[in-house]
């Protein structure tokens, strides 16, 4: 009864289309089924970052040195003081994409107390033996800074040409809800004291990024070159097999940095440099399938009815080479993930302040001898999971889409 049962879960996971039928395969397989839905995830966490990042500035660089390599947890308080500078409105749009500029300038304090019409903050200090420094901060500045004119009392506030007037208390009241507040940092500060969870948070798209702009710059230059040498053969197929050795020839590593050399350093930069590396094992792997498929009888029935190449090459020739290609693309996603962190920690990657994970492991890998390991470990497992991720992918698309396996 039981084997009749296993025959019959096996039969159904082969009925439907090919496509339907991998499918099935792949969701057999629990490990990759959950690194998918990893991606997944991450990849939402990347388009939300600056939604998410407790730190919503431009690529999370808000600096307060005096935080600096704080424990994970940390928590202190800040005062915020407005900006004088006119800060241009970003878009919701923008925002969600490139962060937004905080309108207010945030002071870490330790302690802080009213005298009269100021208050005295006593910036942050770690240890009994630091040097204290304070601030003396008028209070109307701060909540009324485009009032022209007004008129103090010993307990009132006035506004010239204007019926408006505020207590003390209350304008003491309001600093202490509007201006001064609470915040934690869940992962600690790096060492120029910048939140360590935005800037991973962040970093993930440049990981991101680099994976799919990469893959798509080897897919394009890769499956072009590779159908058309495997389809018309001949002197343009040994033409672009020379190209394809004398490049893969060259250390992947080496050809980067020699195209990072060329295009520059900057954060599109890389992704045209990684790409441009990675087409070649593209382009070998879809040549050997077109000159599998391109004496098949389906080929040669579209050649008598008098079909154009390209149609033959993009209507029948590479829907059927899909399973290869997309395997391969899997792969090349978890390389282009490792070259740009490699790249990001040799310092010709994407370059400061864009938060990459490499350059976090460069700024704070000194750190792993201290008891602050951790600022250097975070990213690294970063990119340890997302690559795992990647492979664990690759390796059940490779099962699921492999017609002779028995793995479902």
Known sequence: MEVEQTLSASNKLREGSPWRVAARRFASNRLSLWALVFLGVTTLIAILAYVLSPDSTPNANNQHLELATRNPGFKTKFFLVPQNQNFN?????????????????????????????????????DSEDSIRIEQNIKIASVLLPNADSMRL??????????????????????????????KRFLLGTDRFGRDMLSRLLIGSRV????????????????????????????????????????????????????????LGKGFWQIFVAVGLTMWVEVARVVRGQVLSIREKEFIEAAKVMGFSTGRIITRHILPNILGP????????FATAI??????????????????????????????????????????????????????LVGNGLRDALDPKSENI
């Not at 204007?162 to 600093?175: A, F, H, N, W």
């Open 153 to 182: 009392t010993s307990d009132s506030l006035f506004i010239f040409n204007s019926t408006e007037r505020y207590s003390l208390s209350e304008l003491r009241q309001r600093v202490e809800s509007e201006n001064i507040i609470d």
């Open 325 to 332: 290609v997309i395997i391969i693309s899997a792969s090349n």
């Open 207 to 262: 990981s991101l990024s680099v994976g799919f702009i990469a893959v798509a710059i080897s897919l394009l230059i890769g499956i072009i070159l590779g159908a058309t040498a495997g389809y018309f053969r001949g002197f343009y197929d040994d033409l672009v097999m020379w190209l394809v050795n004398v490049v893969w020839s060259i250390p992947t590593l080496l050809m980067v940095i020699a195209l990072t050399m060329v």
């Open 89 to 125: 409105k970003v878009s919701t749009i923008g925002a969600l994409v490139y962060g937004s500029d905080k309108d207010y300038k945030e002071i870490p304090i330790s302690s802080y107390t009213f005298d009269g019409w100021n208050i005295v903050l006593t910036e942050y200090f």
């Open 338 to 391: 490792l070259l740009e962190a490699g790249l990001s920690f040799l310092g010709i990657g994407v370059q400061p302040p864009v938060p990459s994970w490499g350059t976090m492991i460069k700024d704070h890998y000194g750190y792993i001898i201290m008891d602050k390991a951790y600022l250097a470990i975070l990213p690294g497992v970063a990119i340890m999971m997302l690559v795992l991720a990647f492979t």
